[in-house]
């Protein structure tokens, strides 16, 4: 399909594939399409990526992008496909310091607007305007949804309901670009507490900021009728040893 979209649409031909020694790359049907199209097949040498350096980098970027895209928004991970798309999407067209500052989209014979639609945050909460009509007046005008890129054959965005599983690839879209439809997760590898682990937890094992507030107010008294029995030399010893296990041993200057 990939061969055929090359040919097709900016009639150049596939001379050379190269790949690993993957089993997909290694079987009949491959070969005999290969013989077909008169495309000579590359492998490189088992257990050495470096032979084919070019795939291996250009697969990191992805993976990065990919990663990106997720951890900003928070997406699960089975929207993982989405965001593979989007990276590739957004890579041919940014600038690239290999091509002097072009773009790999600019690149192409007969290659149009880069962007066709403004780009936006994966993963960020989107409103789907709904213009059905079958609405009715007190119903909901959009739907809430996660933006998860851009349509290949269509001029709009994709969009997802994860209540209902509908897609939708629509124009007419709201985007709240700073939400995230899953909310915010803890630390990568961290578990949250739910509300009913929180519950459980007793409040007594808490230390409030009253309670420290109450103590200092109990604990300030004593130690100030120390100070002042310790000037007139009557320091008795119950209020002496209780400044002591508030405070620790006091020593004072001579005078």
């Given at each position: 399909t990939f061969i055929a979209h090359v040919e097709t649409q900016y009639g150049?031909?596939?001379?050379?594939?190269?790949?690993?020694?993957?089993?997909?790359?290694?079987?009949?049907?491959?070969d005999s399409f290969f013989q077909k199209?008169?495309?000579?097949?590359?492998?490189?040498?088992?257990?050495?990526?470096?032979?084919?350096?070019?795939?291996?980098?250009?697969?990191?970027?992805?993976?990065?992008?990919?990663?990106?895209?997720?951890?900003q928004r928070h997406v699960p991970k089975r929207y993982w496909?989405?965001?593979v798309l989007t990276s590739a999407y957004l890579i041919n067209r940014l600038p690239s310091h290999v091509l002097n500052g072009q773009t790999p989209y600019s690149m192409l014979p007969g290659s149009h607007e880069p962007f066709s639609l403004s780009p936006r945050v994966f993963g960020c909460v989107c409103f789907i305007h709904n213009h059905s009509p079958h609405i009715k007046k007190l119903d909901p005008?959009?739907?809430?949804?996660?933006?998860?890129?851009?349509?290949?054959?269509?001029?709009?965005?994709?969009c997802r309901d994860p209540?209902?599983?509908?897609?939708?690839?629509t124009k007419n879209v709201t985007f709240l670009e700073h939400a995230s439809y899953f909310g915010e997760n803890p630390l990568q590898g961290e578990n949250s507490m739910s509300k009913e682990?929180?519950?459980?937890?007793?409040?007594?094992?808490?230390?409030?900021?009253?309670?420290?507030?109450?103590?200092?107010?109990?604990?300030?008294?004593?130690?100030?009728?120390?100070?002042?029995?310790?000037?007139?030399?009557e320091c008795s010893t119950g209020?002496?040893?209780?400044?002591?296990?508030?405070?620790?041993?006091?020593y004072y200057r001579r005078r």
């Open positions: 150049a031909s596939v001379k050379t594939f190269r790949s690993d020694n993957a089993r997909e790359y290694m079987c009949q049907s491959v199209k008169g495309i000579v097949h590359e492998t490189s040498c088992s257990y050495t990526p470096p032979q084919n350096g070019v795939v291996e980098r250009k697969n990191r970027q992805l993976l990065n992008m990919t990663w990106a895209l997720l951890f496909g989405d965001a005008r959009s739907i809430k949804g996660i933006f998860l890129g851009y349509s290949p054959t269509q001029k709009g965005y994709k209540s209902t599983g509908h897609a939708y690839v682990e929180y519950s459980q937890y007793s409040p007594s094992q808490e230390i409030q900021f009253t309670d420290f507030l109450d103590y200092r107010r109990e604990s300030v008294g004593p130690s100030i009728e120390v100070l002042e029995q310790e000037k007139n030399g209020a002496e040893e209780e400044c002591n296990r508030l405070f620790g041993q006091v």
